[in-house]
């Protein structure tokens, strides 16, 4: 069964750096675009930043030259290095594939930046 494990969430202050890492076992990360999302309470889940098979990346306007997406294929690992982060970016964030598969969501990491 198919799992992905994401960590590395906390609570920092503004202005500040967090890596996410998503693990995924019974599942070849390195074949599938892969993507970062949030969801922030009342609002929808996002996609923050996406990755393609071969390395593409993409991010939302919002994130934009603060969040780097990246990926260890021998690791079988998928990771968001976030820099300068802001009260907005407090959420819960999860990896998936790109598009998403709902029984692909896992708990997700709690990242709470304080202002």
């Known amino acids: 069964q198919v799992q992905l494990v994401e960590s590395g969430g906390g609570l920092v202050q503004a202005g500040g750096s967090l890596r996410l890492s998503c693990a995924a076992s019974a599942m070849r990360l390195s074949i599938y675009a892969m993507g970062w999302y949030r969801q922030a309470p009342g609002n929808e889940r996002e996609l923050v930043a996406r990755?393609?098979?071969?390395?593409?990346?993409n991010y939302a306007d919002s994130v934009k030259g603060r969040f780097t997406v990246s990926r260890d294929n021998g690791k079988n690992t998928v990771y968001l290095e976030m820099n300068s982060l802001k009260p907005d970016d407090t959420a819960v964030y999860y990896c998936?594939?790109?598009?998403?598969?709902?029984?692909?969501w896992g708990q997700g990491t709690q990242v709470t930046v304080s202002s």
């Open positions: 990755i393609s098979a071969a390395g593409a990346t």
């Open positions: 998936n594939t790109v598009p998403n598969y709902n029984s692909y």
